[in-house]
């Protein structure tokens, strides 16, 4: 860079002015605001998400899957359940189920609630002779099997009945295209808060895989902007607890598997599921609360030490290397526990909502949605530092450095969200493509606007060199980003969880909102505990000239 | 002014000037070959010759001496294809991520690794392209009009996109490879004596003046050039793996398949450069280019290779036993306690294990055993293609058909055989070209004055 001239390293100290702790309060209550908004113009009849069936005053449809070894004469016998179809045309069948629950739906014109499916088989049993009741009740091991086998289940959708019988094959195993067991209200309320709580924890944590890769890649060029991840990591806790929450109340509405527990169903018995009674080692509650507590605690002491090390370092003497050296041992023990462990967090909070789908490049995918947005909130809060006066040893270069990072994990993210789409699409095994094939045949608009929010936008702007280094830059794309990613961890398990009618309300926004707003309060006040520079970090120099070694 | 940190190890040793940078580099050129240089390459030129047999043996009979069959139709032939692929990949990330990174430790090795590159992705288009029979109209593999006597080609196709991602990844690598070196042709030609040498080196120089304005435009290619070739780290082993993964085979269709692939390419590349690069360093004296902390740095990337690569391994496990798809689970256990479990075991400890020694400042840093390792991960790598193609083809869906392969002599010919074009090509590479690049080591001398 040839910086001939001479930088005096000194120590800086950050005090939120009011306007930002207005500004994330004014986050805060508005989030409240809204969400209490949402919350209170929520239908508390049942899976609000779903309006089309608003006017449905009782469903409960439960899915069966197959099962390779469901007899087909346990699947019969066990159709002594009550059709009530309401809907004269004929068009939308209820048909009961080899579990033996009722359904009954008071249709309207143009609610069309739930419709339980066999593939193909079952159309034409229910269907083609126009009796429901007949194809439910009849004795034998004809229709029936089909029915009771991969029973699908579509909700509030017109013409659902047609494309999914077209889609799926009768062929081939089990297809849930999400677990539509009756969802009370409050389930909206239970997964929004899972997904804030996760989207948290999981940015607190990339932030401090950040500063962990720094030093066991003795990187010199961050040493200037450590302090912002260092802060950020300590939200770890907070996030955690809420994601604790979420989950002790609304395991059951959110994971089919949680709730499928509950039934302690044997082999052979009515409504059997192999597949989560086989996963049942992984699919627990003990697991579900037990193995991410434990690796949360894990990590957020890695985090705590490491930030206590660089506290001593700051205090201690110029060219000390004994707390650099051991800020390497502990991040390096921090990264290989994080490298084999996190996708658990996803497998468990994340894929288990569609319980029977799969896919290995989950816990990366989750990985890279996370990362960048780490990554976002770091340049956001180096830039606004910035323009506040702070950090007088970060220049242009460093923001560039972080923009060519952004845009290294934008395009990673988008790399990750195209081959899990696409080898899954090209393969088109019907107990995979179900994951997509709601997102896709439901959602269409969020499909491709979580596709351009997280790359389109992001890959061409920051593409520039100009934008880089520009400082408006950042906070609009950072946060365009930002909220992008959260959408994405979003449109996870939404679909997974109402069907195919979810959508954005108000509580989801007041939720997003009160947790950014309470991010971003907290890492500022974190900020302000300590000075901003890690004085004696033995690559100091290095960053603040922005040149390395020889 | 220099900022670097003290704790900073030295990138050249041996307070070398720019004028013994450019004697020390040119001595292998302007000197008549050691006789290291021509028993190594007598051995290679033995090599190339059961390639030349093996080659001939296969193309005047036919495919059919080959073992594969119609359950494991890719076999040694696909395996080996895959491996020289992934070796290409630590080339291009040494030379262009480490460059978009400003690792200047790349700077000794950039120019060795990328030669391996493209000697490599030489060595891997021979196994498809033998593999289709009928070499001769192996061109119908490109989009010609139906009058060149092919059909259209279906794009579909990943096998289709790896004609197309190899030849790029071919031509941007020869031509990064290629403008990296012409100032140091340059200098070459500067020195060499006979005339015939004369011409080839101003030839291949195209008339390079070392101007200033040479210079700028030298970086600026430099600059786009890696960023080009940044995204084909990513995309050449990508449309590898999608050559299995958009398959419906248990153990091929995986949606890790893609970044678990490139991370294997960058391990077995790491893997050859530090197999190559040991040895160089000491038998052409470049210890203090090529430096402990150079080797240390590579193991550290093994390392962390390794690892994701195994995290991978345990994933792909760990999910087949989660989706309670009889067909997955069969196809893992199968290979972990089927008749090909040592195949299995020697990739797990290989790649997973083995590279786990480099935790250890001894291991990292004791040029023989880096070496033993670099073997170990050579061949950890290979098993793991021969793990995937063949474990997931020899038992399929139909029980009938289940058979067990391996290669026959024919098949162990071409791949000994490959190793005598890459190594030949290596050798000549050292005795006519400079492998490492001067003009950028001699930024980096502490001795600059």
Request: charged fraction near 15%; charge should be negative; aromatic fraction near 16%.
């Amino acid at each position: 860079m040839g910086h001939g001239h001479h930088i005096e390293i000194k120590q800086e100290t950050f005090l939120m002015p009011s306007k930002a702790k207005r500004f994330t309060m004014i986050m805060m209550i508005l989030g409240v605001v809204l969400s209490g908004i949402g919350i209170a113009t929520m239908d508390r009849t049942g899976t609000s998400h779903n309006t089309d069936n608003s006017h449905s005053p009782a469903k409960e449809v439960t899915t069966t899957e197959s099962t390779h070894e469901h007899s087909v004469a346990t699947a019969a016998e066990s159709h002594d359940t009550v059709n009530t179809a309401g809907n004269a045309e004929g068009t939308h069948a209820e048909a009961a189920h080899a579990e033996g629950t009722h359904t009954e739906a008071a249709h309207d014109e143009g609610t069309h609630a739930e419709a339980a499916h066999a593939e193909g088989t079952h159309a034409e049993a229910a269907h083609a002779e126009g009796t429901h009741a007949e194809a439910a009740h009849a004795e034998g091991t004809h229709a029936e099997a089909a029915h009771a086998e991969g029973t699908h289940i579509e909700g509030a959708h017109d013409d659902a009945h047609a494309e999914h019988a077209n889609v799926d094959n009768e062929d081939f195993g089990p297809r849930i295209e999400y677990h539509a067991i009756q969802k009370p209200w409050t389930t909206e309320i239970w997964s929004n808060l899972l997904v804030a709580g996760y989207f948290f924890t999981m940015i607190s944590l990339c932030a401090l895989f950040w500063y962990t890769i720094q030093y066991a890649a003795n990187a010199g060029w961050s040493v200037t902007i450590k302090r912002v991840p260092e802060a950020m990591f300590t939200f770890i806790p907070v996030a955690f607890v809420v994601v604790l929450i979420a989950l002790a109340f609304g395991k059951d509405d959110i994971y089919h598997w949680a709730h499928y527990e509950h039934l302690g169903l044997k082999p052979g018995d009515v409504g059997y599921d192999a597949i989560l009674a086989g996963k049942s080692a992984f699919l627990n509650t003990k697991m579900l609360f037990i193995f991410p507590t434990v690796l949360i605690v894990l990590w957020y002491f890695f985090g705590t030490r490491l930030r206590a090390l660089s506290l001593k370092e700051d205090n201690g003497a110029k060219g000390d290397v004994t707390y650099f050296k051991k800020s390497i041992r502990f991040s390096a023990a921090f990264l290989v526990t994080f490298g084999f462990l996190i996708s658990v967090l996803a497998w468990l909070f994340m894929m288990s909502v569609d319980a029977h789908w799969y896919s290995t490049i989950f816990g990366v995918y989750n990985f890279a949605t996370h990362w960048v947005s780490s990554i976002a909130f770091i340049a956001v809060f180096v830039i606004y530092l910035k323009s506040q006066g702070h950090l007088a040893l970060v220049n242009k270069e460093h923001q560039h450095d972080l923009g060519k990072f952004m845009f290294a994990f934008t395009v990673f993210w988008a790399y990750i969200w195209l081959f899990q789409y696409l080898l899954i699409w090209y393969a088109h095994i019907p107990e995979e493509m179900m994951y997509y094939q709601i997102r896709y045949e439901n959602y269409k608009s969020f499909f491709l606007g979580n596709f351009i929010l997280n790359f389109a936008i992001p890959f061409l702007f920051l593409l520039m060199r100009k934008a880089k280094r520009s400082k408006w830059v950042f906070p609009v794309i950072g946060s365009i980003m930002i909220v992008g990613h959260y959408f994405d961890v979003w449109f996870m398990i939404m679909p997974g969880i109402f069907g195919p009618g979810a959508s954005i309300g108000l509580f989801d926004i007041g939720v997003f909102l009160f947790f950014a707003g309470l991010f971003i309060y907290w890492t500022l006040n974190q900020l302000q505990k300590r000075g901003l520079v890690a004085m004696n970090h033995p690559f100091i120099e290095e960053s603040v000239y922005h040149d390395t070694g020889i | 002014m220099i900022h670097d940190s003290l704790i900073r190890e030295r990138l050249v040793t041996g307070d070398k000037t720019a004028a013994d940078v450019t004697r020390d580099i040119s001595r292998p050129i302007l000197n008549q070959p050691s006789s290291a240089w021509k028993i190594g390459f007598t051995l290679s030129l033995i090599f190339l010759g059961i390639f030349g047999v093996s080659l001939f043996w296969t193309v005047w009979t036919g495919i059919g001496v080959w073992n594969i069959n119609k359950s494991v139709m890719w076999g040694w032939d696909i395996t080996n294809f895959v491996f020289w692929v992934g070796i290409g990949h630590a080339g291009t990330l040494i030379s262009a991520v480490l460059l978009l990174f400003r690792q200047k430790w790349r700077m000794s090795i950039n120019r060795s690794a990328e030669a391996m590159t493209i000697f490599a992705v030489v060595c891997a288009a021979m196994f498809p392209v033998f593999h289709m029979g009928r070499v001769w109209v192996g061109y119908w593999a490109l989009p010609l009009p139906n009058s060149f006597g092919s059909l259209w080609v279906n794009f579909n196709s990943p096998l289709l996109w790896d004609v197309f991602a190899i030849s790029t990844y071919f031509s941007v690598s020869l031509l990064f490879w290629y403008i990296g070196m012409i100032p140091d042709i340059a200098t070459i030609r500067d020195k060499v004596k006979t005339k015939t040498a004369k011409f080839w080196y101003n030839f291949f120089s195209m008339g390079w003046t070392g101007s200033t304005r040479s210079w700028a435009r030298y970086e600026l290619v430099s600059l786009i050039l890696a960023g080009i070739s940044t995204p084909l780290v990513l995309s050449v082993h990508t449309i590898v793996s999608a050559d299995f993964a958009t398959s419906v085979i248990p153990g091929w269709h995986t949606t890790i398949f893609p970044p678990y692939f490139v991370a294997g390419a960058i391990f077995s590349g790491f893997g050859m450069v530090a197999t190559l690069l040991v040895v160089a360093r000491k038998v052409m004296n470049y210890e203090n280019y090529i430096t402990i902390g150079h080797l240390e740095a590579m193991t550290k990337i093994i390392m962390v290779t390794g690892t994701l690569v195994g995290i991978a391994y345990l994933t792909e496990f760990f999910i087949a036993w989660y989706s309670i798809n009889e067909y997955e689970q069969y196809a893992f256990i199968n290979r972990a306690t089927g008749p090909y479990w040592w195949a299995y075991w020697s990739m797990m400890s290989c790649n997973l294990l083995a590279p786990q020694v480099f935790w250890f400042k001894w291991a990292r840093t004791t040029p023989w055993f880096i070496f033993t390792m670099s073997i170990v991960v050579n061949v950890g790598m290979w098993f793991e293609r021969f793990v995937i193609i063949v474990t997931s083809l020899h038992r399929d869906y139909l029980p009938s058909s289940w058979v067990m392969y391996s290669g026959s002599l024919t098949e162990v010919g071409l791949f000994l055989g490959t190793f005598g074009i890459f190594f030949t090509c290596f050798f000549l590479f050292a005795k006519f070209l400079p492998v490492i690049n001067m003009s950028e080591v001699k930024t980096i001398l502490r001795n600059r004055e």
